[in-house]
C-alpha cells in the first residue's frame, strides 16, 4: 500500500493574523510611493520627503502600538513585549533622525528622494528583525536593512564614505556568512528554524553524545555574526572608520537603531542556550562584554578625533549593554530598552553637534573633520552649544543625574543581583575610564582658548529651528529623565515579563 496523502490544511484569512504585518507594509509602502511620486513629479523639495517621511513613520508608530500580542503570517511573526518595545525605539529613533535632513544644504543626499526610500525600506528590515523567531525572516531583516544602510553612507559621496561603504559592507557580508552557518547547524540539529522548536528539539538531545560540541559550534557562529553587528571585540574595528565616513547624524543613527534591532535577536538566541543550562555561551558572552567595554575605552583615550572618540565610546557602551544578553533575566532585558531608551537621545544628540561645528572652509586638521581642536573655547564662541554638548558628555559618562547614569546603574544592579559582584566592579571602573575622555572635550570647550580658525562666527552656523528642536528634545530626555526612569521602568519590566524572556 502506498503512503496515505496527507489531508490539505485550509488557513482561512483571519488566522493568518495579516494586522502583524502591517507596520513593515507601512514602511515599505512608504518608500514604494515616495520613488512613484519621483517618478511622476521630480525634482520636488526635499522638505516634502521629509515631512512625508515623519507622516509614515508616525502612522507605522500608531499601528505598532496597536498591535496584539500573537504570532502571525503562518506564525514567522512573533508580537510580543519585546517586539513593540523595539520597535517603538527603532521608529522614535528614526522620527529624531529625519528631520535634520532640513537643517543644512551642504550635504546632497537629503536632497534624493531616494534616500528617504532606502530609509524606509531600512526601517521595515530591522522591524522584521526584532517582530520574528524564524531565523530565515530574521535574516532576511537583517540583510534588507543592511543593504539600504550600506547605500545610505555611500550617498554622502566622499571618498571616505565609498570607503566606509565597502568596509560596512564586508563586514555585513561575512556576519551574514556565519549567520547563515550557524542557523544551518541549528537546523540540523533539530530540524526547525523557530526558536522554541529549536529549543525543545535540543533539549531533549543534551544527553547525546557529542551533541554539545555541534550545539556550542552553532552558537558560536551565531556569536560572531552578532559580534560583528554589534562591534564587539575583536570584531569592532571597521565602526570607528565607518562613523567617521558617513555624516554626522547618520554615524549617530548607526550606532543607535541596527544595535537595538541586533541586541533583541541576540536576546532571543543566545538566552535560549542559556535556558539550556548550557553555561559555556553565558561565560563567553561576559567575556566579550568585558574585553569590548575595555578595549574600546582604552582606545577613545588615545583619538585626537571627536568622532572617532564617538565611535569608540559608542563601541564600549555595546559591551556594556552585552552583559545583559550573558544575564538573561527579565531586570538584565529590561535594562537593555532602559539603556538604550535613553542613550539614544544623547548620542544622537552629540553626533548632532558634531553637524552644528562642521565648516568647509575652515580646515583645522589634514586628516580630521572634528578634531578637539576644533571645540577650543567653543564656550566663548557658542555658549549654549558648550553647554549642550557638555551635558551629552556628563551623560554619557554616566554621571548623575543624567540620563545614562540611569540605564548603566540599573545595569550593574542587575548584575549583582545575579551574583556577578566582580563583573559590577569591573562596569564601574569602565565608566570611570570614559569619564576621563568625555571630560576632555568639556576641558577643550570650557578651559581652553579659541584657536584662530574657530574665532570666526560662521565656524558654528547650522543652527536652525528643526536642528534646535531636536537637540532641545534630546536635552530635555537627558535632563528630565530623572523624573520618568520609574514609570518608563515599569512599564518595560511588565512587557519582558509578558514575553517570557529571561529568568525572574
Do not use: C
Not at 500608531?62 to 496584539?68: A, C, H, N, P
Not at 544602510?149 to 564614505?161: D, E, G, P, Q
Amino acid at each position: 500500500m502506498g503512503t496515505p496523502l496527507l489531508e490539505p490544511v485550509n488557513i482561512g484569512f483571519a488566522q493568518l493574523h495579516i494586522s502583524t504585518l502591517v507596520p513593515m507594509l507601512i514602511a515599505i509602502g512608504g518608500g514604494l510611493l515616495i520613488l512613484v511620486l519621483d517618478l511622476i513629479k521630480g525634482h520636488l523639495h526635499k522638505s516634502l520627503y521629509v515631512m512625508f517621511t515623519i507622516l509614515i513613520l508616525l502612522v507605522d508608530l500608531g499601528s505598532v502600538l496597536g498591535l496584539e500580542y500573537q504570532n502571525g503570517f503562518f506564525d514567522v511573526l512573533l508580537i510580543d513585549g519585546v517586539a513593540i518595545l523595539s520597535q517603538v525605539l527603532i521608529l522614535i529613533a528614526s522620527m529624531l533622525f529625519i528631520p535634520l535632513a532640513l537643517t543644512s544644504k551642504r550635504f546632497h543626499e537629503y536632497s534624493y528622494p531616494e534616500f528617504f526610500a532606502l530609509f524606509l525600506f531600512m526601517i521595515a528590515g530591522f522591524q522584521f528583525m526584532v517582530s520574528s523567531d524564524n531565523l530565515i525572516l530574521i535574516f532576511v531583516g537583517l540583510e534588507t536593512a543592511s543593504l539600504a544602510l550600506y547605500t545610505l553612507i555611500a550617498l554622502h559621496n566622499r571618498a571616505n564614505s565609498f570607503e566606509a561603504a565597502v568596509k560596512y559592507f564586508t563586514m555585513g557580508a561575512l556576519a551574514a556568512g556565519f549567520f547563515s552557518m550557524g542557523s544551518a547547524v541549528l537546523y540540523g540539529l533539530s530540524g526547525s528554524l523557530e526558536l522554541n522548536q529549536i529549543a525543545v528539539a535540543l533539549q531533549s538531545r543534551l544527553d547525546e553524545v557529542g551533541i554539545m560540541f555541534l550545539i556550542l559550534g552553532g552558537a558560536g557562529l551565531l556569536l560572531v555574526a552578532f559580534a560583528f553587528k554589534l562591534s564587539l571585540f575583536p570584531f569592532h574595528t571597521w565602526a570607528p572608520d565607518v562613523y567617521e565616513g558617513a555624516s554626522s547624524p547618520l554615524a549617530g543613527y548607526m550606532s543607535i537603531v541596527p544595535k537595538i534591532a541586533a541586541f533583541v535577536v541576540s536576546m532571543r538566541i543566545f538566552e535560549m542556550f542559556i535556558s539550556l543550562n548550557i553555561e559555556w555561551v553565558q561565560y563567553v558572552i561576559i567575556a566579550l562584554s568585558v574585553i569590548t567595554m575595555t578595549i574600546a575605552n582604552i582606545m577613545a583615550l588615545v583619538q585626537e578625533d571627536v568622532k572617532r572618540m564617538l565611535a569608540y565610546s559608542s563601541i564600549s557602551h555595546a559591551g556594556f549593554v552585552m552583559v545583559a544578553v550573558a544575564l538573561a533575566t527579565v531586570k538584565a532585558n529590561s535594562g537593555i530598552f532602559l539603556y538604550y531608551g535613553l542613550f539614544m537621545f544623547t548620542n544622537l544628540g552629540a553626533f548632532a553637534m558634531l553637524w552644528v561645528s562642521r565648516h568647509k572652509q575652515n580646515i583645522h586638521h589634514s586628516r580630521f573633520d572634528h578634531p578637539y581642536s576644533k571645540f577650543s573655547g567653543m564656550i566663548k564662541i557658542m555658549p549654549m552649544g558648550a553647554v549642550v554638548m557638555a551635558l551629552f558628555m556628563l551623560s554619557l559618562a554616566g554621571v548623575p543625574p543624567f540620563s545614562v547614569f540611569w540605564g548603566k546603574i540599573y545595569l550593574m544592579s542587575a548584575a549583582v543581583d545575579s551574583g556577578y559582584i566582580w563583573l559590577a566592579i569591573v562596569m564601574g571602573l569602565n565608566s570611570a575610564i570614559a569619564a576621563y575622555y568625555y571630560l576632555k572635550l568639556i576641558v577643550y570647550m570650557f578651559l581652553k582658548e579659541p584657536t584662530t580658525l574657530v574665532t570666526e562666527k560662521t565656524t558654528y552656523y547650522n543652527v536652525s529651528k528643526p536642528l534646535l528642536t531636536i537637540l532641545g528634545l534630546a536635552v530635555f530626555v537627558t535632563v528630565g529623565s530623572m523624573f520618568y526612569v520609574d514609570p518608563l521602568l515599569e512599564t518595560i519590566t511588565e512587557m519582558i515579563k509578558q514575553s517570557g524572556i529571561g529568568f525572574n
